[in-house]
T-cell receptor, first 116, second 114 residues
Framework: AQKVTQAQTEISVVEKEDVTLDCVYE???????LFWYKQPPSGELVFLIR??????QNEISGRYSWNFQKSTSSFNFTITASQVVDSAVYFC?????????????FGGGTRVLVKP | EADIYQTPRYLVIGTGKKITLECSQT?????MYWYQQDPGMELHLIHYSYGVNSTEKGDLSSESTVSRIRTEHFPLTLESARPSHTSQYLC?????????????FGNGTRLTVT
């Protein structure tokens, strides 16, 4: 069975500090997909990134960067120079490759609070 | 600009009432989902649909029911609301399988049953 663990329930930082969100996953499949979603106070989850299990290249998008390491089953997310608008709940998610494509498993979420 | 709409945004209702949470999307997505989000933030899939006349139960057992008569509409119904149903309900859609297609979420309905 697949499982996603986000050990940090809440992280509080001061604006301009960097913050790293941990995500550890478990799966028996060799083909799987990892995601990060952001849930701002407005409620809707917003897709940030998708990674497949064969692509271990790290990715940077503006102030966001992702570090995927299969050896440790981790897919960590870093926000550089955090801003107040980054305050949100962030979810890591895992989906195994299946024809049905409906087994997206979310982690418990990490609430990030960026103080001015 | 929201492409997936949920109404109502907030609902406070008494025990025993029948309620329907509405979800509509304008993207023509075949796949739609209902997630329940508890106060601890965890998201649990309670229903999904591959298309018209297709509905399946998710990982978390739920007393709610869903229907998919039109592609764009995926309402969730509770025949008799109970305090244990108090939660946030999030509707989502995707153009293809979840491993390949990001989910588009609505703003959610926060339900409180008194």
């Amino acid at each position: 069975a697949q499982k996603v663990t986000q050990a940090q329930t809440e992280i509080s930082v001061v604006e301009k500090e960097d913050v790293t969100l941990d995500c550890v996953y478990e799966t028996r499949d060799t083909t799987y997909y990892l995601f990060w979603y952001k849930q701002p106070p407005s409620g809707e989850l917003v897709f940030l990134i998708r990674r497949n299990s064969f692509d271990e290249q790290n990715e940077i998008s503006g102030r966001y960067s992702w570090n995927f390491q299969k050896s440790t089953s981790s897919f960590n997310f870093t926000i550089t120079a955090s801003q107040v608008v980054d305050s949100a709940v962030y979810f890591c998610a895992l989906d195994e490759f299946k024809a049905a494509g409906n087994k997206l498993t979310f982690g418990g979420g990490t609430r990030v609070l960026v103080k001015p | 600009e929201a492409d997936i709409y949920q109404t109502p945004r907030y609902l406070v209702i008494g025990t025993g009432k029948k309620i329907t949470l509405e979800c509509s999307q304008t993207m023509g997505h075949d796949k739609m989902y209902w997630y329940q989000q508890d106060p601890g933030m965890e998201l649990h899939l309670i229903h999904y649909s591959y298309g018209v006349n297709s509905t399946e139960k998710g990982d978390l057992s739920s007393e709610s029911t869903v229907s998919r008569i039109r592609t764009e509409h995926f309402p969730l119904t509770l025949e008799s609301a109970r305090p244990s149903h108090t939660s946030q309900y999030l509707c989502a859609s995707s153009i293809g399988p979840t491993y390949n297609s990001p989910l588009h979420f609505g703003n959610g309905t926060r339900l409180t049953v008194t």
